[in-house]
């Protein structure tokens, strides 16, 4: 079976903290898809960072990097010195290979960054 | 941004009653589908289609017809609504999906079923 899981519920830190929401998925196949989404209060879905499974290196955009590793089946988001903007519900998300480009979700975890 | 676009974007309707969503997109992607999000939840999906007349159920399809009969249109009915399908849909869109490119999604709708 096939599942993402994002433990973290609710986290809330201060401005200028780093947080990191962890996301641990569940597959068989050996090609496969992983990806983040950030849902801000206006309640739109933005696409942040799409990784294959071939590639294990972390990736790093500005304030925000991620760390994907198969031996723990992890696929963790990092935001570094959060600002208030950052504020959102984010998803992590899973698609196999060859299966329409279907989207398995998890539950997502809600950050609130206080000032 | 990506050209989809929802409609309606609010909606609140009598259990029992027919209801059709529609996601129109202009950016003549193949793939596309509909998904519910419910708190704890995450997004799941409902309903997708690959290509002009081909579609086919996802997780939580039970209650739910859809119709694509042009590559830029892709309607969602709900046969007879019930308090159980109050939820927020959206649409999404998706292009290369052997190479998994990411989904675009569409504003969302929210519907009330009372």
């Known amino acids: 079976a096939q599942k993402v899981t994002q433990a973290q519920t609710e986290i809330s830190v201060v401005e200028k903290e780093d947080v990191t929401l962890d996301c641990v998925y569940e597959?068989?196949?050996?090609?496969?898809?992983l990806f983040w989404y950030k849902q801000p209060p206006s309640g739109e879905l933005v696409f942040l960072i799409r990784?294959?499974?071939?590639?294990?290196q972390n990736e790093i955009s500005g304030r925000y990097s991620w760390n994907f590793q198969k031996s723990t089946s992890s696929f963790n988001f990092t935001i570094t010195a959060s600002q208030v903007v950052d504020s959102a519900v984010y998803f992590c998300?899973?698609?196999?290979?060859?299966?329409?480009?279907?989207?398995?979700f998890g539950q997502g975890t809600e950050l609130s960054v206080k000032p | 941004d990506a050209g989809i676009t929802q409609s309606p974007r609010h909606k609140v309707t009598e259990t029992g009653t027919p209801v059709t969503l529609r996601c129109h997109q202009t950016e003549n992607h193949r793939y596309m589908y509909w998904y519910r999000q419910d708190p704890g939840h995450g997004l799941r999906l409902i309903h997708y289609s690959y290509g002009v007349k081909d579609t086919d159920k996802g997780e939580v399809s039970d209650g739910y017809s859809v119709s694509r009969s042009k590559t830029e249109d892709f309607l969602l009915t709900l046969e007879s609504a019930t308090s159980s399908q109050t939820s927020v849909y959206f649409c999404a869109i998706s292009d290369e999906v052997y190479m998994n490119t990411e989904a675009f999604f569409g504003q969302g709708t929210r519907l009330t079923v009372v």
């Open positions: 998300a899973l698609s196999q290979y060859n299966q329409g480009g279907k989207l398995i």
């Open positions: 990784r294959n499974s071939f590639d294990e």
């Open positions: 597959t068989r196949d050996t090609t496969y898809y």
